[in-house]
Every structure is written in C-alpha cells, then in structure tokens.
C-alpha cells in the first residue's frame, strides 16, 4: 500500500475549495445526449405543428379558389351567350321596322343557328334520337303509336330534343316510340 505524506492530503482538500466531486455518477456525456435528444424532439414537434399549420392553410386556400372557379366557371360560356341576346333582340326589332314575317323567321332562324354553335363550342351537343332504337340512357318515351312502318321501339317522334354534355346527359329526348300493330 503506498502511504502519501500527511500534509499532501491535506493540500489536496484545501486546494479543492468546496468542490464536490462524485465519483459514484456517470459522466455528464449522456445526460447532454439525452438533453440533446430532447431538444431534437421539441424541434421536431414543432416542425409537425408548423407543417400541420401549413397544410391547414393550404386547404383553405385551395378550398376557397375551388369555390371561386365554380362560382365564374360559366363567364366564357355567358359571354358567349350574350350575342345570341343581342341578336334576338335585332330580330325583334327589324320586325317591328318592317312589319315583315320573313325578316322574324330569318332572324330567328340565325339566332337559332349561332345558339347551337355556342353549344357545339362547349361541347353540348343535341341528341339524335329520330329513327333510333329507343335507349332509356338517352330517352324518355313520352308515348306509343302503334305504328307498321317502323320496329317496335324505334323513336317515331322527337317531341323535345335532348342534349349531352361530352359524356353526360343534360337532358333525355323526350320521343314517341314505334308500337306494332295489334
């Protein structure tokens, strides 16, 4: 055993001063590791809080730009229809000038043409049903006619024409359909 001088030990005390030393604890290396893993955790939570917070914002905005499309989504198609307006009421007009039929029943006649090619642009187009198998997809049958000339079930009449929008039906053709006699 290696015996030290007393007066060693005691400078040794004194040059201490009130430090404590506990040699029992581990060293301070983990505790900051594990303090630094707590700070990466909080960082880490308020990343997810500030990306949370941006998507909610996100969604609202696209929500509310969703919402403002619908609403003007038809201004194209209204600008397109307001010179079918004007030139209806130049129809009217030129009869009242003239007091002539056959200028109305031109006008009307232009008016209904420049009507279906606005349609035609947007992609509505009239359904052909005269003369055509019924198809309950594209047709509601308003009446039987008994009828030789045609097979049973063939659209004889178009009563009012129906219109479809590319792949959707806006409105079924109401038609008359061929019955056999009996």
Same mark, same amino acid.
């Given at each position: 055993? *290696? ?15 009130? !430090? ?21 955790? !909080? ?15 996100f969604r609202t905005r696209i929500n509310r730009q969703m919402a403002e499309e619908r609403k003007y989504a038809n201004i194209d198609f209204m600008r ?7 030139? @209806? ?12 039929? !056959?200028?109305?029943?031109?006008? *009307? ?8 090619? *606005? ?36 659209? @004889?009449? !178009? ?9 959707? @039906?806006?409105?079924?053709?109401? *038609? ?7």
């Amino acid at each position: 055993m *290696v015996q030290y001088p007393a007066d060693c030990c005691e400078s040794f005390v004194e040059s201490m001063s009130g !430090e404590h030393i506990d040699l029992v604890s581990e060293p301070q290396e983990p505790v900051s590791e594990v303090e630094q893993l707590r700070m990466e955790l !909080e960082e880490a939570k308020n990343r997810t809080l500030r990306a949370l917070a941006d998507f909610e914002n996100f969604r609202t905005r696209i929500n509310r730009q969703m919402a403002e499309e619908r609403k003007y989504a038809n201004i194209d198609f209204m600008r397109e229809l307001l010179p079918v307006w004007d030139n @209806i009421g130049r129809a009217l007009e030129a009869v009242d000038a003239t007091q002539s039929l !056959e200028s109305l029943v031109e006008g *009307v006649q232009m008016v209904y043409s420049q009507f279906l090619e *606005v349609l035609s642009k947007y992609h509505c187009e009239k359904i052909e049903a005269k003369f055509q198998p019924f198809d309950p997809n594209m047709h509601a049958s308003v009446a039987q006619v008994p009828n030789a000339e045609f097979p049973a079930n063939t659209v @004889i009449e !178009e009563v009012q024409p129906g219109f479809r929008l590319y792949d959707r @039906i806006v409105r079924p053709s109401q *038609v008359m359909l061929a019955q056999p006699i009996s």
